[in-house]
Protein backbone atom coordinates (compact mmCIF):
# COMPACT_ATOMS: atom_id res chain seq x y z
CA UNK A 1 0.00 0.00 0.00
CA UNK A 2 1.45 3.21 -0.83
CA UNK A 3 2.10 6.09 1.98
CA UNK A 4 -0.05 8.22 0.00
CA UNK A 5 -3.09 7.84 -1.90
CA UNK A 6 -4.36 10.28 -4.35
CA UNK A 7 -7.41 9.46 -7.00
CA UNK A 8 -5.96 9.86 -10.62
CA UNK A 9 -9.02 10.67 -11.88
CA UNK A 10 -9.51 12.51 -14.60
CA UNK A 11 -11.77 15.09 -13.26
CA UNK A 12 -13.36 17.57 -15.72
CA UNK A 13 -15.71 20.72 -14.27
CA UNK A 14 -16.93 23.65 -15.90
CA UNK A 15 -15.21 26.58 -15.91
CA UNK A 16 -16.20 28.57 -12.99
CA UNK A 17 -16.47 25.77 -10.93
CA UNK A 18 -14.74 24.87 -7.31
CA UNK A 19 -12.45 21.89 -8.13
CA UNK A 20 -12.10 20.00 -4.91
CA UNK A 21 -8.75 17.42 -4.86
CA UNK A 22 -7.86 15.11 -1.59
CA UNK A 23 -5.24 13.05 -0.49
CA UNK A 24 -4.87 10.21 2.11
CA UNK A 25 -1.76 9.37 3.72
CA UNK A 26 -0.70 6.55 6.39
CA UNK A 27 2.57 7.79 8.60
CA UNK A 28 2.01 10.30 10.97
CA UNK A 29 5.66 10.89 10.90
CA UNK A 30 4.44 13.78 7.83
CA UNK A 31 4.70 17.01 9.02
CA UNK A 32 4.84 18.79 5.48
CA UNK A 33 2.59 18.87 3.01
CA UNK A 34 2.45 20.30 -0.55
CA UNK A 35 0.94 20.68 -3.37
CA UNK A 36 2.41 20.64 -7.08
CA UNK A 37 0.75 21.36 -10.44
CA UNK A 38 1.95 20.07 -13.28
CA UNK A 39 1.16 20.84 -16.65
CA UNK A 40 2.42 18.35 -19.93
CA UNK A 41 5.37 17.95 -20.83
CA UNK A 42 6.66 19.59 -17.67
CA UNK A 43 8.19 19.61 -14.52
CA UNK A 44 5.98 19.49 -11.21
CA UNK A 45 5.64 23.53 -9.85
CA UNK A 46 4.92 24.35 -6.03
CA UNK A 47 1.54 25.78 -5.36
CA UNK A 48 1.24 25.68 -2.23
CA UNK A 49 2.82 24.08 1.15
CA UNK A 50 2.21 23.98 5.10
CA UNK A 51 3.26 21.75 8.11
CA UNK A 52 0.22 22.49 10.24
CA UNK A 53 -3.49 21.29 9.79
CA UNK A 54 -6.10 24.22 9.30
CA UNK A 55 -6.09 26.46 5.94
CA UNK A 56 -4.20 28.18 3.94
CA UNK A 57 -5.00 30.45 1.49
CA UNK A 58 -3.37 31.78 -1.51
CA UNK A 59 -5.71 33.54 -4.21
CA UNK A 60 -7.71 31.49 -6.07
CA UNK A 61 -6.30 28.53 -4.06
CA UNK A 62 -6.73 27.02 -0.65
CA UNK A 63 -4.86 24.36 0.98
CA UNK A 64 -6.34 22.35 4.14
CA UNK A 65 -4.38 20.16 6.02
CA UNK A 66 -6.28 17.79 8.93
CA UNK A 67 -3.78 15.66 10.72
CA UNK A 68 -5.74 14.04 12.71
CA UNK A 69 -7.53 12.33 9.87
CA UNK A 70 -4.25 12.13 8.02
CA UNK A 71 -6.34 14.14 4.82
CA UNK A 72 -5.21 16.87 2.78
CA UNK A 73 -7.06 18.81 0.33
CA UNK A 74 -6.78 21.51 -2.27
CA UNK A 75 -9.76 23.55 -3.38
CA UNK A 76 -9.36 25.82 -6.91
CA UNK A 77 -11.82 28.91 -6.85
CA UNK A 78 -13.16 29.97 -10.15
CA UNK A 79 -11.57 27.74 -11.71
CA UNK A 80 -9.85 28.75 -15.35
CA UNK A 81 -9.36 26.40 -18.39
CA UNK A 82 -5.38 27.47 -17.78
CA UNK A 83 -5.93 25.36 -14.56
CA UNK A 84 -6.33 22.44 -16.69
CA UNK A 85 -2.73 19.86 -15.40
CA UNK A 86 -2.38 16.88 -13.12
CA UNK A 87 -1.99 17.91 -9.21
CA UNK A 88 0.06 16.13 -7.52
CA UNK A 89 -0.07 15.93 -3.50
CA UNK A 90 3.21 15.51 -1.63
CA UNK A 91 4.30 14.83 2.00
CA UNK A 92 7.32 14.79 3.90
CA UNK A 93 8.84 14.24 6.86
CA UNK A 94 11.96 16.68 8.49
CA UNK A 95 14.35 14.83 6.03
CA UNK A 96 13.06 16.33 3.41
CA UNK A 97 12.26 13.12 1.08
CA UNK A 98 9.35 13.42 -0.77
CA UNK A 99 6.52 11.08 -1.06
CA UNK A 100 4.10 11.92 -4.09
CA UNK A 101 0.40 11.14 -4.70
CA UNK A 102 -0.25 9.49 -8.07
CA UNK A 103 -1.72 12.99 -9.05
CA UNK A 104 -4.98 13.95 -10.22
CA UNK A 105 -5.63 15.14 -13.86
CA UNK A 106 -7.90 17.90 -13.80
CA UNK A 107 -9.10 19.01 -16.71
CA UNK A 108 -11.38 22.64 -16.82
CA UNK A 109 -13.73 22.70 -20.00
CA UNK A 110 -14.79 26.44 -21.41
CA UNK B 1 17.71 33.47 -11.58
CA UNK B 2 17.25 30.96 -13.61
CA UNK B 3 15.74 28.01 -13.49
CA UNK B 4 16.14 24.21 -12.65
CA UNK B 5 17.74 22.57 -16.27
CA UNK B 6 18.33 19.30 -17.34
CA UNK B 7 19.87 18.21 -20.24
CA UNK B 8 19.42 16.28 -22.39
CA UNK B 9 15.98 16.77 -22.80
CA UNK B 10 15.24 13.67 -24.59
CA UNK B 11 17.01 10.31 -25.14
CA UNK B 12 16.26 7.29 -26.68
CA UNK B 13 18.32 4.08 -25.53
CA UNK B 14 18.37 0.17 -26.15
CA UNK B 15 17.89 -2.48 -23.68
CA UNK B 16 21.82 -3.13 -21.86
CA UNK B 17 23.20 0.06 -22.48
CA UNK B 18 24.04 2.90 -20.03
CA UNK B 19 22.60 6.73 -19.90
CA UNK B 20 24.09 10.10 -17.81
CA UNK B 21 21.77 12.55 -17.27
CA UNK B 22 22.62 16.04 -16.03
CA UNK B 23 21.28 18.31 -13.69
CA UNK B 24 21.96 22.36 -12.90
CA UNK B 25 19.90 23.19 -9.92
CA UNK B 26 19.20 27.31 -9.08
CA UNK B 27 22.33 29.25 -8.26
CA UNK B 28 22.71 29.10 -4.53
CA UNK B 29 20.67 25.74 -3.96
CA UNK B 30 23.18 22.81 -2.50
CA UNK B 31 20.58 20.09 -2.98
CA UNK B 32 19.39 18.30 -5.53
CA UNK B 33 17.25 15.39 -5.70
CA UNK B 34 16.24 13.16 -8.76
CA UNK B 35 13.06 11.19 -8.86
CA UNK B 36 11.33 8.88 -11.83
CA UNK B 37 7.92 9.21 -12.91
CA UNK B 38 6.08 6.80 -15.08
CA UNK B 39 2.28 6.46 -15.60
CA UNK B 40 1.80 3.46 -13.26
CA UNK B 41 3.78 4.31 -10.54
CA UNK B 42 4.02 7.70 -10.40
CA UNK B 43 6.85 9.65 -8.78
CA UNK B 44 9.29 7.85 -7.06
CA UNK B 45 12.30 9.63 -5.14
CA UNK B 46 15.88 8.65 -6.26
CA UNK B 47 18.34 10.45 -4.39
CA UNK B 48 19.33 13.30 -2.82
CA UNK B 49 22.64 14.91 -3.02
CA UNK B 50 24.07 17.91 -0.54
CA UNK B 51 27.62 19.19 -0.75
CA UNK B 52 29.02 16.23 -3.06
CA UNK B 53 27.44 13.62 -0.69
CA UNK B 54 24.46 11.08 -1.31
CA UNK B 55 22.34 12.28 2.43
CA UNK B 56 18.77 10.14 0.85
CA UNK B 57 18.59 7.33 -0.81
CA UNK B 58 14.90 5.51 -2.45
CA UNK B 59 14.17 2.23 -2.96
CA UNK B 60 15.98 1.97 -6.47
CA UNK B 61 18.35 -1.50 -7.85
CA UNK B 62 22.38 -0.38 -7.40
CA UNK B 63 22.34 0.33 -11.57
CA UNK B 64 20.90 3.66 -10.21
CA UNK B 65 23.39 5.91 -9.31
CA UNK B 66 24.39 10.13 -8.93
CA UNK B 67 26.78 12.69 -8.14
CA UNK B 68 27.50 15.55 -7.17
CA UNK B 69 29.96 18.47 -8.13
CA UNK B 70 31.61 21.16 -6.54
CA UNK B 71 29.48 23.35 -7.81
CA UNK B 72 26.26 21.36 -7.12
CA UNK B 73 25.72 20.06 -10.29
CA UNK B 74 24.21 16.43 -10.52
CA UNK B 75 24.58 13.39 -12.50
CA UNK B 76 22.39 10.69 -12.42
CA UNK B 77 23.80 7.34 -14.42
CA UNK B 78 21.35 4.35 -15.05
CA UNK B 79 23.76 0.89 -16.43
CA UNK B 80 22.41 -2.26 -17.59
CA UNK B 81 19.21 -0.12 -18.92
CA UNK B 82 15.84 -2.01 -18.91
CA UNK B 83 12.57 -1.41 -20.85
CA UNK B 84 10.99 -0.53 -17.56
CA UNK B 85 13.24 2.47 -16.86
CA UNK B 86 11.41 4.42 -19.41
CA UNK B 87 10.21 7.60 -17.74
CA UNK B 88 10.47 11.02 -17.23
CA UNK B 89 13.92 12.05 -14.82
CA UNK B 90 12.96 14.63 -12.76
CA UNK B 91 15.06 16.80 -11.05
CA UNK B 92 14.65 19.11 -8.15
CA UNK B 93 16.84 21.76 -5.65
CA UNK B 94 16.33 23.18 -2.74
CA UNK B 95 18.01 25.40 -0.34
CA UNK B 96 18.04 23.44 2.48
CA UNK B 97 21.27 22.85 4.60
CA UNK B 98 20.45 20.15 7.20
CA UNK B 99 17.70 18.26 8.28
CA UNK B 100 14.95 20.37 7.64
CA UNK B 101 12.54 20.59 4.81
CA UNK B 102 12.59 23.38 2.30
CA UNK B 103 10.68 24.16 -1.08
CA UNK B 104 11.72 21.79 -3.85
CA UNK B 105 11.96 23.41 -7.12
CA UNK B 106 11.61 20.66 -10.33
CA UNK B 107 13.14 21.19 -13.61
CA UNK B 108 11.68 19.83 -16.68
CA UNK B 109 12.94 16.48 -17.04
CA UNK B 110 14.63 14.36 -18.98
CA UNK B 111 12.33 11.82 -20.91
CA UNK B 112 14.11 8.38 -21.39
CA UNK B 113 12.76 5.74 -23.95
CA UNK B 114 14.37 2.50 -23.66
CA UNK B 115 14.11 0.27 -26.94
Known amino acids: QKEVEQDPGPLSVPEGAIVSLNCTYS??????FMWYRQYSRKGPELLMY????GNKEDGRFTAQVDKSSKYISLFIRDSQPSDSATYLCAVTDSWGKLQFGAGTQVVVTP | KAGVTQTPRYLIKTRGQQVTLSCSPI?????VSWYQQTPGQGLQFLFEYFSETQRNKGNFPGRFSGRQFSNSRSEMNVSTLELGDSALYLC??????????????FGPGTRLTVL
Open chain 2, 27 to 31: SGHRS
Open chain 2, 92 to 105: ASSSRTSGYTDTQY
Open chain 1, 50 to 53: TYSS
Open chain 1, 27 to 32: NSAFQY
